[in-house]
């Protein structure tokens, strides 16, 4: 792991690696395997493979406030519903979703302790909200399927501001010559091998990713939590206009 200074000795991200571990990697493995067939299987429109981050299709599931919500609730995932409820089961995944939270509470306790704590308040006041995962103080979760996902420069504004992203790399590709994070505001091209988990504040810091060459296969799984859940909570439950 290596952590990312800013010029005062602060981290303000990190890379992670992966635990050196070969049940850890037979996990990433079962992840990939199985984002692999769900995306081949899920036939996704033409429409859904082009947005502002990229030109591949994305699958979101956890909890979301905006756009008129009056209480934070569950993503309506509509047709995909049940391919995300997949994903969250299988145990590849929870097994990275764990390592990234455990990775987040080491580099950075304070904040993970102000996630818990704005977890345990919301499902105070509304006990039938769930995480994606339970091993995890993330509020949502995003599936990027294809076969060579990369994405576009851009940030995450819609993130809490000084939160952290967890982003997970997955396929089978050469590291040193595709699918490496760039990071624009820090002047950094990283490499991310398969397995790999990068912790970053996605909402300020611009980044993208290189394609992998052809005939190689790169997908990701992030986790993130909307900055608007975090503002109504510590507003007391209601919305900043309230």
Not at 96 to 118: N, Q, S, T
Not at 125 to 138: A, D, I, N, Q, T
Request: net charge positive; aromatic share 12%; glycine share 8%.
């Amino acid at each position: 792991p290596r952590p990312i200074l800013d010029r005062n000795g602060r981290i303000v991200a990190v890379l992670a690696s992966q635990p050196d571990n070969p049940n850890y990697r037979a996990a990433a493995d079962a992840a990939f395997a199985a984002m692999r067939r769900a995306g081949d299987a899920a036939r996704f429109p033409a429409e859904m493979k082009k947005h502002r981050r990229g030109l591949f299709a994305a699958v979101n599931v956890g909890l979301s406030y905006g756009k008129g919500q009056s209480t934070p609730g569950w993503l309506d995932g509509k047709d995909y519903r049940e391919l995300a409820e997949e994903m969250l089961a299988n145990i590849g995944i929870q097994r990275m979703a764990g390592f990234a939270d455990a990775a987040f509470a080491i580099w950075a306790p304070r904040l993970h302790v102000y996630y818990k704590e704005c977890d345990r308040k919301l499902r105070t006041r509304h006990p039938l909200l769930r995480r994606p995962f339970v091993g995890s103080v993330y509020f949502c979760a995003a599936f990027n399927f294809g076969r060579n996902v990369w994405t576009f420069k851009y940030r995450d504004v819609l993130n809490l501001a000084f939160g952290w992203c967890a982003i997970q790399a997955l396929g089978r590709y050469d590291a040193t010559l595709g699918g490496h994070l760039v990071l624009w505001d820090l002047e950094l091209v990283v490499e991310f091998p398969h397995g790999a988990l990068i912790l970053l504040p996605s909402a300020t810091v611009a980044h993208s990713n290189v394609p992998v060459r052809e005939g190689e296969e790169w997908v990701s799984f992030t986790q993130f939590s909307a900055g608007g859940i975090f503002r109504y909570v510590d507003n007391g439950f209601q919305t900043v206009a309230e």
